[in-house]
């Protein structure tokens, strides 16, 4: 679980991330504060967490990662703190995960998908995931050549789509 310290001076709380948990956080903001200090250089991010407006200070290469991949306002990452070995030490190390923005596409009743279509939707990573779990199906039953019908089709989306979100 991450880490909030709170602040009594006024300020928003500020996020720690905890050693081996993965946050899912939203930018408030375009742009972050950028800063040097005795340590560097910092990057200042407001973000939401749990319904909260809090901040957080991030290494230069996660703000790299930000800025090449023009998240904006309302976008959505994943961070996760984990140890890495080095030598005989143990470090931390911050990874990032991009939320992709979700499309939905519109399905004509009875069709197998080639390719997915694309159309604006609410953010929600499994239907995207089950989605393409549908396209994989039906790839895989059609690279295949056996014949099978709706049931098949549905029943191996389902194990893809089981397998793929517990390995996501």
């Given at each position: ?59 230069a290469?996660?703000?790299?990662a ?6 904006t ?58 989605l ?13 050549g ?23």
């Amino acid at each position: 679980m991450a880490v909030v310290a709170t602040s009594t001076n006024g300020n928003k709380p500020k996020l720690e991330l905890a050693l081996n948990e993965s946050v899912r956080l939203k930018l408030l903001k375009d742009k972050c504060f950028e800063g040097q200090n005795s340590y560097g250089s910092y990057y200042l991010y407001s973000v939401e967490h749990d319904g909260i407006e809090k901040i957080i200070f991030l290494t230069a290469p996660i703000h790299t990662a930000i800025v090449e991949a023009k998240l904006t306002t309302g976008d959505e990452f994943i961070l996760r703190k984990a140890a890495v070995q080095n030598g005989k030490k143990l470090t931390p190390q911050i990874s990032i995960e991009f939320v992709e923005r979700m499309l939905v596409p519109s399905i004509p009743a009875n069709t197998l998908l080639s390719e997915p279509c694309e159309a604006p939707v609410a953010r929600d990573n499994f239907r995207v995931l089950l989605l393409q779990c549908l396209v994989d199906a039906a790839a895989v039953i059609r690279e295949s050549g056996i014949q099978m019908g709706n049931d098949e089709l549905q029943k191996l989306a389902t194990t893809l789509f089981i397998q793929r979100a517990k390995n996501a």
